[in-house]
């Protein structure tokens, strides 16, 4: 679809409104020892490397600033498009660049777009670029050099919520009534549950919620169970956690913003609800909180880990009991 | 940010071009029972409601043609452009419109804009509109009416990633070298790894990676931990999934375009590799393996759902064993 520019005859000033500045470098692995862990910005050591070159054409000696750029490790180009430019000129540079960078080999072209330059988006898909993604403040296009099929890494799928399984002493469990959504009206008490903020710990979260909806204080203990769906919002899927917290307060100061009720509420009227046990779903999610409380019942607890190469922290959930067991039983290489 | 558009003077004739057609609705609860699952494009038969109407204004007797667009739950709007329009023509019907959604107490405004109309994401954004999120072929803008905060759900955040511990009865691990990304060159064996695509269950998209890197079919039989980690990709965040399978086939196929060599690996010898033990992740996998060899361990298998409200397939994963042997046991309301 891009349009070549194998002969480039385009004549620019060195004006500085052509030098697109880039500070980021992509790492753009398809395969890792994590399956998708690695893809990230950061400056690389190894292969960033600003480009900003005066191109010679075999016609006349005429200077050509291409777009500044980054490469990474796995033949891609990124540009962070940041100052405002006239489309022409841009795509012009655009062109030039891409042809610069097929004879380098290159592989992915990405364009950052800030929403201010909302006017350069169309002249970038007329290039024959895609949508990749877009977040408030930016939209990310990609295009594909090769003649092969492009190996692009694919856009987040997932959102991630938690529900909170807190139970206290007496065994009573936490219980709301929401003010919107499918419940609204209903009289179903359900566990607090929210959606994990980007960038937060699942394990975060889950006690960041039950604070902000009921007030209460507590900690995570484990991941009782998960559940991924698909085509919930936007044709993106999701992974909802089953977490259970213990409490560390229990004076609850409901938020009225979504919440219509809260309170403590034993563990058999909450589980004997007509709508709990007709839903196979929330029936499976309350039998096993009530086999958790029968100490039958070990879940994924959360221990703090950094990963292997950009030492970020982070958390691994597994079966802890079950682990230090067999650690201890000395029944191991 | 949005310039109001109080007294609509503008007169269009009902051409066919501005029946921007609208075809689906949007719910959008802040919280659900799982806390972020509900959301979903479909015909809701309880709240759509097409609008397509002639606005007659204070002045004369004018009319003026809306954009259509659909009602939620949420009290949100959603527009679903699919035909071209002219650029003024569309922004004249945008501010009317939202003129119109205000009067109505509307909340949310959704444009979906596919990527052939481009042009119009640059005067959707001079109205005050943000980018949401973006797939290859379209760009969803919002715009939030009220004087209020926000509370339009978020973008997805994470990917999905899978890593596949397949053992035969020789307790032997298949293994692969890769050919591009961190580990390329180094020598390291590691687990088949790869990302779900969108929307694709945990234990399919392990079972298919297996087979497209080394031609192994498998079945899967349980997650035995998974870690969470941020700011890998694009500020994404990802979910990785150790996963056990068992092999079906034993006659390693390698893939050749990513893999660079595969085999079945003495699990002794794949554990004993200087990078698994300096890794605290890899070693903590690596351990979980030999616990799991053992019949320590017991991960979260899945088992088919439904969700409550939509009836939509789905995995729940959990300890099924320890589950099971509590049901068994009796030992429980």
């Known amino acids: ?8 005859l385009v004549i620019f000033s060195k004006t500085r409104y052509l030098c697109v ?8 692995p398809r395969k890792t020892p994590f399956g ?7 400056v690389s050591k190894a292969s960033s490397q600003s480009i ?3 191109v010679v054409t075999e016609h006349r000696e005429q200077e050509l600033l291409l777009l500044s750029a980054s ?6 180009v990124i540009v962070n498009m940041k100052d405002a430019m006239d489309p022409a000129v841009f795509v012009a540079s655009l062109r030039a660049s891409i042809s610069h960078w097929r004879q380098q080999g290159k592989n992915g072209v990405w364009i950052k777009l800030p929403i201010e330059l909302a006017n350069l988006v169309e002249v970038v898909v007329k290039e024959g670029f895609w949508y990749h993604h877009a977040e408030p403040k930016y939209i990310m296009l990609v295009y594909w050099i090769p003649e092969t099929a492009n190996s692009l890494p694919v856009n987040a799928t997932h959102r991630v919520g938690i529900g909170a399984f807190v139970m206290n002493d007496k065994k009573e469990v936490l219980v709301v009534q929401e003010k919107s959504g499918k419940f609204r009206g209903t009289g179903v008490w359900k566990f607090p549950t929210g959606v994990v903020d ?22 995570f203990v484990e991941v009782l169970a998960f559940r991924q769906s698909h085509k919930s919002f936007f044709e993106k899927s999701d992974l909802f956690f089953l977490c259970m917290l213990r409490p560390l307060s229990f004076e ?20 004997a609800q007509p709508f709990v046990q007709r839903h196979e779903l929330f029936k499976y999610f309350s039998d096993i909180c009530l086999a958790k409380i029968d100490g039958a019942y070990a879940g994924f607890a959360p221990i703090s880990t950094t990963t292997s190469f950009s030492a970020k922290p982070g958390y691994m959930y597994f079966n802890t009991r079950d682990f230090n067991h067999h650690q201890k039983s000395g029944n191991h290489p």
């Open 1 to 8: 679809m891009l349009r070549y520019f194998s002969r480039t």
């Open 21 to 28: 500045s880039a500070n980021q470098s992509l790492s753009l």
């Open 36 to 42: 998708c862990l690695s893809f990230r910005f950061g």
């Open 52 to 54: 900003m070159e005066n």
């Open 71 to 76: 490469y990474d490790d796995f033949e891609g």
């Open 198 to 219: 980007e960038g937060e710990d699942i394990c975060k979260g889950a006690v960041r919620e039950v604070k902000e909806e009921t007030g209460i204080d507590a900690e």
């Open 252 to 271: 609850i100061q409901k938020q009225d913003l979504e919440i219509e009720a809260a309170q403590w509420m034993p563990i058999e009227e909450y589980a």
